[in-house]
T-cell receptor, first 112, second 113 residues
Framework: GDSVTQMEGPVTLSEEAFLTINCTYT??????LFWYVQYPGEGLQLLLK?????DKGSNKGFEATYRKETTSFHLEKGSVQVSDSAVYFC???????????FGTGTSLTVIP | ETGVTQSPTHLIKTRGQQVTLRCSSQ?????VSWYQQALGQGPQFIFQ???????GRGNFPPRFSGLQFPNYSSELNVNALELDDSALYLC????????????FGPGTRLLVL
């Protein structure tokens, strides 16, 4: 069935460090892929998305490229800030379904 | 444009009780999905409502039920609460196009004692 496997955390980085959070998926067909972010005590906010192979989603300095050949959608940011501290969720939406499948989340802490 | 809102923000119940959680969808959205997020886990799909009808269901027992109203707002009802029902319950609204993004509310945190 459809599923998402996400890099386990927690991840701790110094400010201005480079960030990569790995995400791979299993799905039939061509799902849409998403990254959501959850700040403490809040719901999920859409960070970026990609709906077809080779698409790159980007927002607030974060990027992720939909790689069909490696079934991956890794999240990257060149220089993290303290305000990026949150839990990041990779998710997929099958092209024939209506439910999102989420990874288990990766907690990121950025220290000054 | 009004975002997704949920009420209440927090709730404490005892085992065996029933609970109703509410969600107002984002303006222009006619589809509402409900998710359960246990502590330290990703959200798990409970069900989705479209035009007042259930439109897909995850692996949750029948004591989890829902409604959608003509204004597209929605309720999640849970009967016979169990300790494991303690979680953050998230509502998400979306349009009906293929690959539509779901926009989440802040959630209702339920604690079952």
């Amino acid at each position: 069935g459809d599923s998402v496997t996400q890099m386990e955390g927690p991840v701790t980085l110094s400010e201005e460090a480079f960030l990569t959070i790995n995400c791979t998926y299993t799905a039939t067909g061509y799902p849409s892929l998403f990254w959501y972010v959850q700040y403490p005590g809040e719901g999920l906010q859409l960070l970026l998305k990609a709906t077809k192979a080779d698409d790159k989603g980007s927002n607030k300095g974060f990027e992720a490229t939909y790689r069909k050949e490696t079934t991956s959608f890794h999240l990257e940011k060149g220089s993290v800030q303290v305000s990026d501290s949150a839990v990041y969720f990779c998710a997929l939406l099958p092209n024939t379904g209506n439910q999102f499948y989420f990874g288990t989340g990766t907690s990121l802490t950025v220290i000054p | 444009e009004t975002g997704v809102t949920q009420s209440p923000t927090h709730l404490i119940k005892t085992r065996g009780q029933q609970v109703t959680l509410r969600c107002s969808s984002q303006s222009g959205h006619n589809t509402v999905s409900w998710y359960q997020q246990a502590l330290g886990q990703g959200p798990q799909f409970i069900f989705q409502y479209y035009r007042e009808e259930e439109n897909g269901r995850g692996n949750f027992p029948p004591r989890f039920s829902g409604l959608q109203f003509p204004n597209y707002s929605s309720e999640l009802n849970v009967n016979a609460l169990e300790l494991d029902d303690s979680a953050l319950y998230l509502c998400a609204s979306s349009g009906t196009g293929l690959g539509e993004t779901q926009y989440f509310g802040p959630g209702t945190r339920l604690l079952v004692l």
